[in-house]
């Protein structure tokens, strides 16, 4: 079984909801609070490890996270908000 194949079979829901699960997750993995922010660089590296069929998700993700208010644009990143807080802990 590939690397990808393997990484799929432990990913349930789609390209999309992975994506925001993904983010969500990385702000849980660095402990971040409100108006944190991604570490540098981070979401290019990640969309950069996509599949070609996932990286097309990508801005659909982030745009209903920010939507859902998890997230808010911060310059070249995302910050966390307190509903994203709140969801991630």
Known sequence: ???TDFRKSL?????????KRDVLSKFKEHN???????????????????NPKEK???DE???ELIAEGYVEK???NLALTAKG???IY
């Open 1 to 3: 079984m590939k690397l």
């Open 11 to 19: 990913l349930d829901g789609s390209p999309k909801d992975n994506i």
């Open 32 to 50: 971040s609070d409100v108006g944190h922010t991604l570490p540098p660089n981070w979401l290019i590296r990640y969309a950069m490890s996509l």
């Open 56 to 58: 097309n998700f990508i």
């Open 61 to 63: 993700a982030i745009a």
């Open 74 to 76: 911060k310059k070249d």
């Open 85 to 87: 807080v709140e969801h």
